[in-house]
């Protein structure tokens, strides 16, 4: 599979699309000075202890307060706290936790108003970005993630990713790690980790320490509610994640991002500079690419199908449905069942690209066309898990139901990503009424006394819809004479087929519109 990513940078942000042999699966956008990304580190205070939720609300900045439940306070909160005290007031100087004695854990089923109580400090990373009406996701089981390992403060435990099935490897990335790590800091090696030497995981272990050490030094002067520390910019974070020998190009269309991308590269995979590319045609780079008509093909309510079937998606504020339509395929009654496990299959490949496109998070419920038999609904159910493999986001499918419905949940830790397909029709303006076709002629002819008699302009040309270009042109008797015998000059009129009906501009001798 040839995998590449093509990032194009504006004013107003940076648009990140993964493309996988030639075809659109990922679409990412950072805007510009995107606050609450996942990962940032924040100074909360806790607003509010709500012990019917055995959660609380907690002050970062945002325009409404963000959730934090018991769950996602992390075993060692109590040590967080304590740091976060000692740096407060002063009375320790040092970043590491070699002399810090960590608290006990607390108690999994334990209540919140334990733990927390109102106007509190505690650093609380963001879990997920506010969606829709509701703010962040917050977790105070702070980690900092680099390409080959994950750092997690307070804890001495080293995990490996289940992805890395050798006992053998596992063993020789756990001795790297546990001669390399500091005292009470545990570590999860990445499963890009799998054949790593020594330095380079020492490499990226020293720099989430780094990482660490200046959030500790910041904890101490940052203003409560504010941002203590940011992860990296999208794009970074991006390629930090799923950069692997697979990729051949990443293509870059501003000389600035494409500096900082590939002195990132470098830093992380020196052999992988040679893919980052800067890109210099004229054309705009998902034009260039083809981006830009898949985007439009692929974000509509209905998805066309190759095989001529199609998916109509609908969007609520609990869940998604996706139904799947065999349109104008059709088959013989003998193979009805065959056709609709081969339309299944086909929509099924195009449901997986779309969830990971339109990062669709929640609950998803797939509609497939109706299949007797029991073989075939296996053969779907297995078919789709295989595809879905690919996904990055954490994700559970249920068997066909016995009224033929497939569930997913899958993970959603960012605002889903939506884009308008449709154009407002310039005519109306999106109100489904244009101005009276009988008093168009009425405007047409006061521009026109206002250009030639006030203007004084000569050699005006009007560009119309065909149908006004021949109602004023033909006949003996027609519009265009009248007028040269009123203003004393001819008025060229001219058929704009691109037009709308109502349409109509005046152009100069010089070629120019003439603005209104």
């Not at 909360?44 to 907690?58: D, E, Q, S």
């Not at 963000?66 to 909160?77: E, I, K, S, T």
Request: charged fraction near 25%; include cysteine.
């Amino acid at each position: 599979m040839v995998k590449e990513l093509i990032i194009n940078s504006t004013p107003a942000g940076v648009t990140i699309a993964l493309i996988e042999d030639k075809q659109l699966v990922e679409l990412h956008k950072e805007q510009i000075n995107n606050n609450y990304a996942v990962g940032d580190i924040y100074l909360g205070r806790i607003k509010k202890i709500m012990p019917g939720l055995n959660a609380a609300f907690v002050d970062v900045g945002y325009e409404k307060d963000a959730f934090l439940h018991y769950f996602d306070l992390g075993p060692q909160v109590q040590s967080l706290i304590k740091l976060t005290k000692i740096k407060r007031n002063g009375s320790v100087t040092g970043t590491l936790l070699d002399n810090l004695k960590l608290e006990a854990d607390i108690n999994k089923a334990g209540k919140i108003s334990d733990v927390l109580s109102k106007n509190m400090l505690l650093p609380v990373q963001i879990a997920k970005e506010p969606i829709s009406t509701k703010g962040p996701r917050l977790s105070s089981d702070i980690s900092i993630a680099g390409r080959y390992v994950v750092l997690v403060p307070f804890s001495n435990t080293i995990s490996v990713s289940k992805k890395i099935k050798s006992n053998t490897e596992r063993n020789r990335l756990k001795k790297i790690i546990e001669s390399i790590k500091p005292q009470n800091f545990g570590v999860i090696i990445r499963t890009v980790s799998e054949g790593r030497g020594v330095a380079e995981m020492q490499k990226d272990l020293l720099d989430l320490i780094a990482k660490w050490e200046n959030f500790i030094k910041k904890v101490p002067s940052t203003e409560p509610s504010k941002r203590v520390w940011g992860e990296m910019d999208r794009s970074s974070t991006l390629i930090r994640d799923i950069l692997n020998p697979d990729f051949t190009n990443v293509y870059v269309s501003t000389p600035e991002l494409f500096d900082d991308i590939r002195s990132y590269v470098h830093d992380i995979s020196p052999e992988m500079e040679k893919i980052v590319k800067l890109y210099k045609q004229k054309e705009p780079i998902f034009d260039h690419f083809g981006i830009e008509k898949q985007i439009k093909n692929a974000f509509g309510k209905t998805v066309n199908l190759p095989g001529g079937a199609y998916l109509v998606v609908e969007h609520t504020e609990a869940l998604h449905v996706i139904d799947v339509n065999s349109g104008n395929r059709t088959a013989s009654k003998e193979n009805q069942e065959e056709n609709a496990l081969q339309v299944n299959k086909e929509a099924a490949k195009e449901i997986a690209r779309q969830l990971r496109l339109r990062d669709m998070g929640g609950i998803v419920v797939i509609d497939f066309i109706d299949m007797h038999k029991p073989t075939n609904r296996k053969m779907l159910f297995d078919y789709l898990r295989e595809l879905m493999l690919l996904d990055r986001a954490k994700h559970t499918i249920l068997p066909p139901s016995k009224f033929g419905l497939v569930q997913i949940t899958r993970q959603r830790v960012r605002p889903e990503m939506n884009i308008v397909t449709v154009e407002k029709c310039p005519a109306c303006g999106g109100t489904g009424e244009i101005k009276a076709s009988i008093v168009l002629m009425d405007d047409i002819e006061n521009n026109l006394n206002y250009i030639l008699r006030e203007q004084n302009e000569k050699g005006v040309t009007l560009s119309v819809h065909p149908y006004i270009e021949a109602y004023i042109t033909k006949g003996i008797f027609n519009l265009q004479r009248r007028w040269f015998f009123k203003y004393g000059q001819w008025i060229k009129v001219k058929a704009q087929s691109s037009y709308y009906l109502n349409e109509f501009h005046f152009i100069s001798s010089k070629d120019e519109e003439i603005k209104l």
